[in-house]
């Protein structure tokens, strides 16, 4: 023992260091009990992630906290479960760090069932044959409630981390019943709660609530028995009211969780279960209400363009005119002419019958036909022929331009198609890849070589590089194969 610096002055016992103590504590309790067997109850198992196993064993007043490393897992003929009597052998020694004492187990036999568990299985058969466990029994859940009734101790973590929750998500009027949530008094307390919500007169002034739950959190069978009594369990089975679940943690299991109409793992999500995000329920409503707005323009547009569809196949007002209006302006087109016709050959009859009575008409139709006659002659004028070939020839100028223009456009844009096709060619050209650092081989006939034999079989080569061709008087000899042995290559395996 380690002690610190002589006692001050007026002072006769000497001063220990925590860690001191610790190690003392620790060294007595090791060379005083060394490898012993304890008997007793397995209480609450945990694996953690390093792979050691922590436990309990305990009798009905005492608890003995346990460990076994992650190397003696492996060495143990019976893993512990809790609720299995066994009897188990280590040593004891302290835990300097928590001021804790704990035993290293490293050999673990069964020495009998376990009463509780003996009890709880019972129970659970007994209540499994009524019926009170089948899946047609269980209620689905309200997907909104309007209030919660919540069974609970109002001292603690769970009732704080329920409401929070339910505030979070969407935050409903919620109702607490305060019960013991474990000793003697638990069992009849929450079958007394539960039984009292169901009591309760809808809209009434303490309305009745649309959903329970009924919680507590975590600990160890002992701790959570009260949940395992039969009165509570035959009080969730006869609750009206949809129920969940969510006594202790995920790995604990009570006959209320099978009596239930759903089972939470924890408190916070038995809030989870209880009501929806509002956020997301507030962006489904606007999706499906987007969704429905798409669907009716969808809708309207269908039928506007069958409507369009079927309209096209009935005849139009003009299709229906346009026939007779065809016919009357063909008919009218006659009439006019029929009429000229019929005036001028009146009018000739008429002249021609007259002609020999009236010589002055002679006259005058002689004169007529010489002014026009007169005025085809100054249109074969030399001065008319100039200016009419003048306007023939502008206008064959004109086109002449025209066709000029067109032509060099056209010329033009072949080249530009032609230019791109010359810059295509040449960057997948193998000119390109000569540029790189390759070379192509051929032999003295120009043929293409692609294979060492092949160039070991001609009689000249060529080979061309990006800045020209080279040309050799023979192939390459062939390099003598070499007869030694390669090495042994060693197995991967």
Not at 220 to 226: A, Q
Not at 311 to 331: K, M, N, W, Y
Request: net charge positive.
């Amino acid at each position: 023992m380690d002690l610190l610096d002589d006692p001050q002055p007026g002072q006769n016992m000497p001063e220990f260091t925590v860690s001191e103590i610790s190690g003392e504590v620790k060294r007595a309790l090791e060379s005083s009990f060394g490898r012993i067997r304890v008997r007793g109850e397995v209480g609450r198992v945990f694996q953690a992630r390093s792979g050691h196993l922590y436990y309990d064993i305990k009798d009905d007043r005492n608890v003995l906290a346990c460990t076994t490393w992650k190397g003696q897992v492996a060495s143990l003929s019976v893993v512990p479960e809790e609720g299995l009597e066994v009897v188990v052998t280590g040593r004891l020694t302290a835990f300097g760090a928590q001021s804790k004492y704990n035993l290293n187990v490293d050999e673990v036999a069964v020495a009998g069932q376990g009463a509780l568990m003996a009890l709880l299985e019972k129970r659970k058969k007994a209540l499994e044959s009524e019926g009170l466990f089948a899946p047609e029994r269980k209620r689905p859940l309200p997907y909104l409630p309007q209030i919660i009734g919540v069974i609970t101790s109002p001292q603690g973590a769970v009732i704080r981390d329920i409401l929070h929750r339910l505030r979070d998500r969407f935050p409903r009027k919620v109702l607490i019943w305060p019960v013991a949530v474990q000793g003697a008094n638990c069992a009849p307390e929450v079958a007394r709660a539960i039984d009292g919500f169901n009591r309760l007169t809808p809209g009434g002034a303490l309305p009745r609530p649309d959903l329970l739950i009924v919680a507590r959190g975590g600990g160890s069978i002992e701790d959570l028995w009260g949940f395992n009594e039969e009165i509570v369990a035959r009080a969730a089975a006869a609750s009206q009211i949809p129920l969940i679940s969510a006594v202790g943690h995920e790995t604990d299991t009570t006959l209320i969780d099978y009596v239930s109409d759903r089972r939470a793992p924890t408190p916070t999500a038995a809030a989870e279960m209880a009501v929806p995000v509002r956020l997301e329920l507030l962006a489904w409503t606007g999706e499906q209400g987007a969704r429905l707005s798409r669907a009716a323009s969808d809708a309207v547009q269908r039928r506007a363009q069958r409507l369009r569809d079927l309209s096209r196949a009935l005849p139009t007002g003009e299709s229906l005119f346009s026939v007779p209006r065809q016919r009357f302006d063909r008919i009218a087109d006659k009439l006019d002419g029929a009429l000229v016709t019929g005036v001028q050959r009146r009018r000739l009859r008429l002249a021609e019958l007259s002609a020999p009575l009236r010589p002055t008409s002679l006259r005058a139709l002689v004169t007529a036909r010489r002014d026009h006659l007169a005025h085809l002659g100054s249109r074969l004028s030399p001065r008319a022929l100039d200016r009419e070939i003048v306007a023939q020839g502008d206008r064959l100028t004109r086109l002449s331009d025209r066709l000029q223009a067109a032509q060099t456009t056209r010329v033009d844009r072949l080249r530009q198609r032609l230019d791109a096709t010359d810059r295509l060619r040449i960057q997948l050209s193998y000119k390109a890849t000569l540029a790189r650092g390759y070379a192509v081989v051929r032999d003295d006939q120009g043929t293409l070589l692609t294979t060492r034999a092949e160039a070991a079989k001609a009689a000249a080569l060529q080979i061309e590089f990006a800045d020209g061709t080279l040309d050799t008087g023979a192939a390459p000899a062939k390099a003598p194969r070499s007869r030694q042995k390669p090495p042994e290559q060693g197995s991967l395996f």
